[in-house]
């Protein structure tokens, strides 16, 4: 579904145009916690186009402007755009005068949530760089949680509109936003959401890629691992991958084989990914909040044909050799640690999931019936 937005006052949403910003209901993400990669293919759910994003934002005359609801398994949704001061407050400006503009996800139909009053589900916000031609994917690889006290979830300060506006090279102040969103835990009874999502069991979880002679390497290196009944590969471009002009450490996670993948069903997978120090964290003693040991985190489909995901920008070369304890003796240890792996089996509306028991089960309902008819 796509939006049009043009030089025209905005028009809030019916259910949120008189509404005060209710904080307690949205779920903000911390800054730090924020993974930010690129993919050339459009969002799959929403995409909203403004043509004139200055004009947008000088004519708000709300705190928030929520855009036309859109479906996305089985619920509906609205894309909101807060304006918010550099210390967290709803539309009011920071004493430097500093607004950003920031991101949400809210569930426009929370009388559809099923006997439990929730969802779960993974988000993914989208911002179109018009210079390279793809899109900024904007995650923190959490499962967010939706319900009626907890509408709305999404990233506060994300973006300070005129280093925005500088920064996408947007032509004639155009810019395009977009979503996805993927819920983990549907109704089975509602049928509209036509895939089957199964926890894959983890019985070791952590990946560590010993790298030595490093001061000598160049180009790409690659270590295979088993994870999930799957063949994976960990790629490390030691001078970035070329859109980052050799200024950064690149690592991508690239999926080798997988006999579900190749069935057609697809795989999400959330981990962290850092480079092991020797050193306490945030050596530089607390003068800066950016600690390069710190890992980052994200979350990623990968099917078919898509199995290489990561960071482009994964770490500036200059900080990982003026680091204390990220290059210990000519080595770099790389860690990848996986929260979980889920599968995504496509299946027919209606479908019903066949009823899984055992012995010990069995067992039971046999003495209970025979007690019962003798």
């Known amino acids: 579904m796509a939006t049009t937005i043009s030089n025209q006052t905005p028009k809030s949403n019916p259910a949120t145009a008189n509404e005060p910003a209710k904080v307690a209901e949205r779920e903000e993400t911390k800054d730090d916690e924020i993974a930010v990669t690129w993919r050339e293919e459009e969002p799959a759910h929403y995409i909203l186009q403004i043509q004139s994003l200055p004009f947008l934002l000088e004519n708000l005359s709300e705190p928030h402007v929520a855009f036309e609801a859109f479906e996305a398994c089985g619920y509906k949704w609205s894309l909101i755009l807060y304006r918010v ?7 009011r400006e920071s004493e430097n005068g500093d607004v950003y503009l920031s991101p949400y996800l809210r569930i426009m139909d929370i009388q559809h949530l099923g006997h439990n009053g929730k969802i779960d589900a993974l988000i993914n916000f989208f911002v179109y760089h018009q210079e390279m031609n793809r899109y900024i994917t904007i995650q923190d690889g959490k499962v967010k949680r939706f319900s009626a006290n907890k509408q709305e979830s999404g990233f506060s300060r994300l973006m300070l509109p005129p280093k925005f506006i500088d920064r996408l090279n947007l032509k004639e102040n155009t810019c395009k936003f977009g979503v996805e969103v993927f819920v983990v835990n549907p109704e089975k009874e509602k049928g509209e959401c036509c895939c089957s999502i199964l926890d894959l069991h983890l019985e070791e979880n952590t990946v560590t890629w010993l790298i030595g002679n490093f001061s000598n390497l160049s180009g790409l290196k690659c270590f295979e691992f088993r994870m999930a009944s799957s063949k994976w590969e960990l790629q490390l471009y030691l001078r970035g991958v070329p859109e980052v002009k050799r200024k950064y450490l690149s690592i991508y996670l690239n999926l080798k084989q997988s006999k579900e993948v190749e069935s ?16 306490p964290s945030n050596p530089r003693g607390g003068e800066s909040k950016y600690d390069p040991t710190k890992p980052r985190t994200g979350n990623a489909w990968f099917s078919s044909s898509q199995r290489c995901w990561g960071f482009p920008y994964f770490m500036k070369l200059a900080d990982l050799k003026q680091t204390p304890g990220l290059i210990d003796n000519d080595h770099l240890t790389v860690e990848a640690e996986f929260s979980s792996f889920t599968l995504s089996k496509t299946l027919p509306l209606n479908h019903t999931p066949p009823i899984q028991t055992n012995f010990f089960h069995l067992n039971i309902i046999i003495k209970l019936l025979t007690v019962f008819i003798s």
């Open 85 to 91: 001061s550099e210390n967290g407050d709803v539309y």
């Open 264 to 279: 057609g069903n697809k795989l999400h997978v959330q981990l962290k990914l850092r480079i092991k120090s020797n050193s």
